[in-house]
């Protein structure tokens, strides 16, 4: 069965200073994975995607997501925050193409103190 | 195309009400997920349709809850007899399937509040 570990449920950083959210999943079969974004009261937009293609994914607004096997993670990462990245982040993981029963991590609140 | 799109974005009921939500995918998408999101959670998966058929269901969708996509375009999510619990952003998505990775498209989400 599919899983998903968010690490934090909230992280903090200051504007231009380095973001770090985390993810670790679980999955009996090679994984598609994803980062979304979610605004208050707004649907999911996806950041970024991992097919099976190249590990380093590089996503929208400066994202970008490193897929390791051996450690079954995740991460997103934007060198940079700004104050517009502020918002809930959700991980997930498919062991189907097209969103088929995707299955989402709890949420990470990222705030960006100016 | 302006994307997924879900109607109405807010309801609110009382309890013991039935509410409809309606779900308007991207048009030439053939795959159509309905999630549910409580507060400080992620969206959990509730059913889905390929084209008109309903192809799974969630066992957190209870017998109060049933959808239809009658023709393979819109879709609709109903909750008899609603109750307190019901409380929740309710998602849709939609794709275009045609074997291997597609990405999905979100709704804004339709928020329900049950009191």
């Known amino acids: 069965a599919q899983s998903v570990t968010q690490l934090g449920s909230h992280v903090s950083v200051s504007e231009g200073a380095l973001v770090l959210l985390r993810c670790n999943y679980s999955s009996s079969v090679p994984p598609y994975l994803f980062w979304y974004v979610q605004y208050p009261n707004q649907g999911l937009q996806l950041l970024l995607k991992y097919t099976s293609a190249a590990t380093l994914v590089k996503g929208i607004n400066g994202f970008e997501a490193e897929f390791k096997k051996s450690e079954t993670s995740f991460h997103l990462t934007k060198p940079s925050a700004h104050m517009s990245d502020a918002a809930e982040y959700f991980c997930?993981?498919?062991?189907?193409?097209?969103?088929?029963?995707?299955?989402f991590g709890a949420g990470t609140r990222l705030f960006v103190k100016a | 195309d302006t994307g997924v799109s879900q109607d109405p974005r807010h309801k609110i009921t009382k309890r013991g009400q039935n509410v409809t939500f309606r779900c308007d995918p991207i048009s030439e998408h053939n795959r159509l997920y309905w999630y549910r999101q409580t507060l400080g959670q992620g969206p959990e998966f509730l059913t889905y349709f390929q084209n008109e058929a309903q192809l799974e269901k969630s066992r957190l969708l209870s017998d109060r809850f049933s959808a239809e996509r009658p023709k393979g375009s819109f879709s609709t999510l109903e909750i008899q007899r609603t109750e307190q619990g019901d409380s929740a952003m309710y998602l849709c998505a939609s794709s275009s399937f045609e074997g291997g990775y597609t990405e999905a498209f979100f709704g804004q989400g339709t928020r329900l509040t049950v009191v």
């Open positions: 997930a993981v498919s062991e189907g193409g097209g969103g088929f029963k995707t299955i």
